[in-house]
C-alpha cells in the first residue's frame, strides 16, 4: 500500500506502472479501513483536500468539478427529458450534487457498496457531498451490479462513477454489467460511465467502447482535462438507447451554466474530438 515518505504521497499503481503522481501532504486528516477498500484522505497545499482509495486518488477539491460535471452533465443533456437517475458507485456525493441542478430530475438513486466512502465525503468533502441533501435522492449501501438486476426499464440515465477495475470496481468493467444497466433503462435512456484513459489502458478502453456498441444503438466515447488523474485526463464511454449523444439535447440555462465550471454545450460536443490514435483504437470494425 502505498506510504507518505517524507512528507510526499505518491500514488502507484499496476495499471499505471513505472509512473507516479506525487503530493506534498500537509496532513494526514483520517487513515482506516472500511469492509472494503482503505481510505485515506489528505490536506494538500497544491490541491486541497485530496481522497484516496486504496492508494489511487479519486477527487480532489482542486479539479473534481471537471470530473463530476462532465460524467454527469454528458448524458443528462444527450437525454431530453430525464426524471429517474441512478448513480452506481459517486460515494463523495459529486455527481449528485450536478444531477441536483436538473430541475426536470424527479428522483435519483445512488448505489454505493462502502458506505465508508460517504462518511468520509460527508466530514471532509462537504462541497460535494451536499448532494447527499437533496431529498430525491435515495441512498443504498449495495452492490450496484446486484441492485439493478430488480429494477428493469425504469432509469432514464445511468451514471456509473466508478473506481478502477481492481478491487470492489471489478465487476462494473463486465459485459454482464452491461447488459443488465441496458435493461434497467426506459425508451431512449442513457448511459455513462468512467471510461479509463486512452494513453495508459488502451486495451480497456477498446472492450468498453466494443461492449458498448454491441449493447447500444449508439455509442461514443469522450475525454476530459483532470490534473490529478493519471496522464491527466479520463474517459467518459457512453451508451444510448436513442438519443445523439456527441450534443446536447436541451438548452442549459444561464443560471445553471453560471454555476458550472467546466461543463459547456460546445465542450459537451468537443470532447467526442479524439486524437488520431485514439480514433483508431475505438473504431468500429
Not at 130 to 137: L, Y
Request: glycine share 10%; proline share 6%.
Amino acid at each position: 500500500m502505498n506510504e507518505i515518505k517524507d512528507g510526499w504521497f505518491s500514488e502507484l499503481s499496476v495499471l499505471w506502472p513505472g509512473r507516479a503522481l506525487s503530493l506534498k501532504v500537509d496532513k494526514t486528516l483520517y487513515s482506516g479501513r472500511s469492509k472494503f477498500q482503505r481510505i485515506d484522505v489528505y490536506e494538500t497545499g497544491a490541491c486541497g483536500t485530496v481522497l484516496v482509495l486504496d492508494g489511487v486518488i479519486q477527487c480532489t477539491d482542486a479539479d473534481e468539478f471537471a470530473y463530476q460535471e462532465m460524467l454527469t452533465h454528458v448524458p443528462m443533456f444527450a437525454h431530453p427529458n430525464p426524471e429517474r437517475a441512478l448513480v452506481i458507485g459517486g460515494g463523495d456525493g459529486g455527481i449528485l450534487r450536478e444531477l441536483s441542478r436538473h430541475d426536470c430530475i424527479k428522483e435519483v438513486d445512488i448505489c454505493e457498496i462502502d458506505e465508508g466512502v460517504i462518511n468520509a465525503a460527508k466530514e471532509f468533502f462537504p462541497a460535494m457531498a451536499c448532494g447527499f441533501d437533496d431529498p430525491r435522492v435515495n441512498v443504498h449501501i449495495t452492490d450496484g451490479a446486484e441492485f439493478i438486476k430488480d429494477r428493469q426499464q425504469y432509469y432514464d440515465v445511468i451514471i456509473v462513477d466508478s473506481s478502477d477495475p481492481v478491487g470492489p470496481a471489478e465487476t462494473l468493467f463486465r459485459e454482464s454489467f452491461y447488459r443488465a444497466m441496458k435493461s434497467a433503462l426506459r425508451g431512449g435512456g442513457v448511459i455513462a460511465t468512467q471510461g479509463e484513459s486512452f494513453f495508459l489502458h488502451p486495451d480497456i478502453v477498446a472492450k468498453l467502447v466494443g461492449t458498448v456498441r454491441t449493447l447500444f444503438a449508439k455509442a461514443a466515447y469522450g475525454y476530459l482535462m483532470i490534473p490529478t488523474y493519471p496522464g491527466g485526463h479520463i474517459g467518459v464511454c457512453c451508451g444510448s438507447l436513442g438519443p445523439e449523444i456527441r450534443k446536447p439535447s436541451r438548452a442549459i440555462s444561464p443560471d445553471m451554466q453560471n454555476r458550472l465550471k467546466y461543463y459547456t454545450p460546445d465542450i459537451h460536443c468537443a470532447a467526442f474530438v479524439l486524437p488520431r490514435f485514439a480514433t483508431e483504437l475505438i473504431k468500429e470494425e
